[in-house]
Nanobody, 122 residues
């Protein structure tokens, strides 16, 4: 079992940066692929980025490629999402999640954090 807690969200101007963190508890973190998803008001939760268990493979949705970077530190049981060149359309609640295999599919993630709000002003 994995418990996940996100942090690092906030209000930032367009063009700015934020780094989200997701702290995991449980001995299985290093065996889990990790993903970031986001949900804007009135919209479905959507995939943002994912990273495999050892951090050598990453995937991104097209809208964030070149701007966001996902990484992990298995010694610290933490996964990160560095977000650069933020746009107002990036405004959403961001969630981290754990899966047995790296995936962009929401249904393949077994454990979820509570989310952290990111608001980008124009």
């Amino acid at each position: 079992q994995v418990q996940l807690v996100e942090s690092g969200g906030g209000l930032v101007q367009a063009g700015g940066s934020l780094r989200l963190s997701c702290a995991a508890s449980g001995r299985t973190f290093s065996n889990a692929a990790m993903g970031w998803f986001r949900q804007a008001p009135g919209k479905e939760r959507q995939f943002v980025a994912a990273i495999n268990r050892i951090g050598g493979v990453t995937y991104y949705t097209n809208s964030v490629k070149g701007r966001f970077a996902v990484s992990r530190d298995n010694a610290q049981n933490t996964v990160y999402l560095l977000m650069n060149s933020l746009k107002p359309e990036d405004t959403a609640v961001y969630y981290c999640a754990a899966s047995r295999g790296v995936s962009g599919k929401l249904a393949e993630y077994d454990y979820w954090g509570q989310g952290t709000q990111v608001t980008v002003s124009s």
